[in-house]
């Protein structure tokens, strides 16, 4: 944990579950522990970006359609 810390490019909720499972002897879970939760997070930034997207694609598409047309 502390080469984790000294990186100082890691969250410190990772730092601190990296330490929490060094002392406890089960680094390995608490490392899929905070691997699962940074999935989730992950998860729930790339839907909202995609569902803030969608709309200005399907305006873009319109646009291009519409000059088509004309």
Known sequence: ????????????????AVATGEKSGNLAEFLNRISEFYSKQFEKVTSRFISLIEPVFIVFIGLIVGFIVT
């Open 1 to 16: 944990s502390d080469s984790v810390k000294k990186a100082d490019i890691f969250p410190e909720l990772f730092v601190a």
